[in-house]
């Protein structure tokens, strides 16, 4: 079932001679439920031999949108409508099933929170780790080291392996590590609530600077009240497909009235086992 | 403001992939460009093996030099069938880099799938992590050597010869033949976990297989006897390789350079089909794993 999509007029003086930072075409990302998490060579065999297709599951079709240099846009939708599968395609990490996907500039993605870390490390060496990770270069790695180091406020455990830290130390070095870069292209997916109170107050301030240098923005959030603050530019996912693509608050409206009609529904019909959602 | 960076800036994500000499191109050129992201791993990889264990990265000395000791036990003392003087050292020359591979080859199996979060999170090139598993196994052949010095000086003087010097030669042969495994292994065990367990087995198999507690001739001879199976078994990359590794170390002898030179083409050729595998499934860890 192919959604209509309502294109609501830009609510920003929108200038179409601005530069292009995403582009994305025909996108389709398709996931076989052939190999779901740990297939063993029992299974396989098993579904070798068994006369059913392969299930697919299309976690994006036909999703084509360009974005300009100077927007901010907001992806919104029920749980499983695909937007958190949009962002890893933006980042490079899941590749295209379908279409084309071109991003131009440097792109950094708030994703990463801690990934990469390695617990034997001390948290100076994880700052080299997790920067070879990203792919920026040695001596610039080095030069922000200090920053970082300063963000994070980790006093002497700076120095000390990463296993003893806590939780929230080691959000808060992700954190600074992530937010180090100064990128062309900014990609966030609700990782906003990190740390103790203070270093919440203080990262949210971290995120609006950059969301303010940043050329353009792509954020995935739940929170209303975020795309409308900080996005101009606003779009509904649906089921894999754009339903709606324009104002924030329009969109926004159209996503409460969606999920309100989606409530009811599900209170009359008496519940039915849904399919479950892939990851 | 640029950032100076190792990956590329700008990208362009396609359903469309190149065909298999560019795919395998593309591997080589993340790897060039992720130098010192591989640095990084096998950083790490050399720090943890060492950081649990109270001897820590002695470890590497002392373990072929215990495995030798069970053999010898087991052969020369409850069998009594030392075939060849100076046995210990006759099977150490096997011992120490059939380590080397093993260690490498099952570390990279786990290298993707222990990176799961990672390749969810982050974009970056695939190839690195078994390349990893495989250059810290070199770090670890390196301390094996240093038993093998021991050995030789406390007990075998007399073996000392200018020929260990080649050593690192048959490594490097050793090395392309472990890497095809490794690429290969690794990608296949994402989508079925059991590689690590039939690993386990088909290793253990593998080095009795391989003229490691018995030499090359003894198994022409067996192949007069039982004829093709030992021909096959002649085949096998680590029959070369033990081989070569006992010529230098065992007799003080050139190793059969033709034969070398033989595997090392070939080890070539199974690395570039290995990366093309890998390059052609990688599009799909992120999402099985």
């Known amino acids: 079932m192919a959604a209509e999509q309502t294109q609501v007029a830009r609510a920003h003086p929108f200038d179409p001679d601005a530069p292009v930072a995403i582009d994305v075409n025909g996108l389709g990302v398709k996931y076989s439920l052939r190999f779901t998490r740990k297939t063993t060579v029992h299974r396989s065999f098993v579904n070798l031999f068994s006369r059913r297709k392969p299930e697919e599951f299309w976690a994006l079709r036909d999703v084509t949108f360009r974005l300009v240099h100077g927007e901010s846009l907001a992806v919104i939708g029920p749980n499983g409508a695909g937007k958190s599968t949009l962002l890893q395609v933006l980042a490079g990490i899941i590749t295209p099933s379908a279409g084309t996907v071109d991003v131009h500039g440097h792109i950094s993605s708030l994703l990463t929170l801690g990934a990469g870390f390695d617990p034997e490390l001390t948290g100076r060496e994880n700052i080299g780790l997790a920067g070879a990770f990203l792919g920026i270069a040695g001596e610039e790695m080095e030069r922000r080291a200090p920053g970082i180091v300063d963000f994070a406020d980790l006093g002497d455990f700076i120095d000390a392996p990463l296993k003893t830290y806590s939780s929230g130390m080691r959000a808060r070095l992700g954190f600074s590590i992530a937010t180090s870069v100064d990128p062309d292209i900014l990609l966030l997916d609700e990782v906003l609530a990190t740390g103790d109170q203070a270093f919440r107050a203080k ?40 339903v709606a693509d324009g104002d924030p608050e329009e969109v926004v409206a159209m996503h409460r009235e969606h999920s309100a009609r989606a409530k009811a529904a599900a209170t009359v019909v008496p519940p039915t086992p849904a399919p479950a959602a892939p990851r | 403001m640029t950032i100076s960076s190792e990956a590329p800036a700008s990208f362009r994500s396609s359903a469309v992939r190149p065909g298999p000499i560019g795919l395998i191109a593309e591997g080589i050129r993340e790897v060039a460009s992720r130098r010192r992201l591989i640095g990084h791993l096998v950083r790490a990889d050399v720090r943890k093996k060492g950081a649990n264990t109270i001897l820590g990265n002695v470890w590497w000395v002392v373990d072929p030099i215990l495995q030798m000791a069970v053999y010898v036990v087991l052969i020369s003392v409850v069998f009594q069938r030392a075939p060849f003087p100076d046995y210990a050292l006759f099977i150490f020359a096997a011992i120490l880099p059939w380590k080397w591979f093993q260690s490498s080859v099952s570390d ?18 695939k190839l690195v992590l078994p390349l990893a598993s495989v250059v810290a ?10 038993a093998l010095a021991l050995l030789m000086a406390l007990l075998y003087p007399h073996r000392i010869s200018p020929m260990l010097a ?19 292994l690794s990608s296949i065990n994402v989508f079925y976990r059991d590689i690590g367990n039939l690993a386990r087995h088909a290793f253990r198999l593998w080095f009795y297989l391989s003229p490691g507690l018995y030499s090359v001739d003894q198994l022409r001879e067996a192949g007069d006897q039982y004829g093709p199976v030992a ?6 990359p680590f029959a070369t390789l033990f081989t070569a590794y006992r010529s230098l170390i065992y007799d003080g002898r050139p190793p059969d350079w033709a034969a070398l030179g033989a595997l090392l083409v070939v ?16 599009p799909s860890f992120a999402k099985v794993l």
């Open chain 1, 203 to 242: 990262s949210k301030a971290r995120v609006q600077e950059l969301i303010g240098s940043a050329k353009a923005i792509v954020l995935v959030t739940h929170d209303m009240s975020w795309v409308t603050e900080f996005c101009n530019r606003a779009l509904l996912l649906e089921k894999g497909h754009v």
């Open chain 2, 267 to 282: 080890s070539i050729g199974l690395v570039a089909l290995a990366t093309l595998l890998f390059k052609r499934v990688e």
């Open chain 2, 231 to 236: 021909d096959i078994l002649l085949l096998n």
């Open chain 2, 108 to 125: 990279a199996i786990t290298s993707v799938t222990g990176a799961d979060r990672l390749i969810k999170q982050i974009q970056f090139p």
């Open chain 2, 137 to 146: 196994g070199v770090v670890s052949f390196a301390f094996g050597l240093v």
């Open chain 2, 166 to 184: 080649l050593i690192p030669a048959v490594g490097v042969v050793q090395v392309a033949f472990t890497l095809a495994l490794a690429i290969a």
